[in-house]
């Protein structure tokens, strides 16, 4: 059974840090370009990283500077490390994992990522 489960969401106050993990089961990630998306209340969900098989990162500009995006094969775990978080960073934040060959594609469940003082 193929699955992506997020973990490390919680409340943090501005300027405050968090780290999601994501473990997949059903598949090795290695051959799998991750990202990390989110979906605020009455938004689009969008993009914020990304790791391709090969260890290239991309992220969206409001977070540049402030997360990081990793990856552990061994593990089959992908990470997003959030530093001076903001209220605007207020989200679900899903796990992504796409194969660039065909585009298989799979989705985590999200996890709650709530920035308040």
């Known amino acids: 059974q193929v699955q992506l489960v997020e973990s490390g969401g919680g409340l943090v106050r501005p300027g405050g840090s968090l780290r999601l993990s994501c473990t997949a089961s059903?598949?090795?990630?290695?051959?799998?370009?991750m990202g990390w998306y989110r979906q605020a209340p009455g938004k689009q969900r969008e993009l914020v990283a990304t790791?391709?098989?090969?260890?290239?990162?991309n992220y969206q500009d409001s977070v540049k500077g402030r997360f990081t995006i990793s990856r552990d094969n061994a593990k089959n775990t992908v990470y997003l490390q959030m530093n001076s978080l903001k209220p605007e960073d207020t989200a679900v934040y899903y796990c992504?994992?796409?194969?660039?060959?065909?585009?298989?594609?799979?989705w985590g469940q999200g996890t709650q990522v709530t920035v308040s003082s």
């Open positions: 992504n994992a796409k194969r660039p060959t065909d585009l298989t594609t799979y």
């Open positions: 059903g598949f090795t990630i290695s051959s799998y370009d």
């Open positions: 790791i391709t098989s090969g260890f290239s990162t």
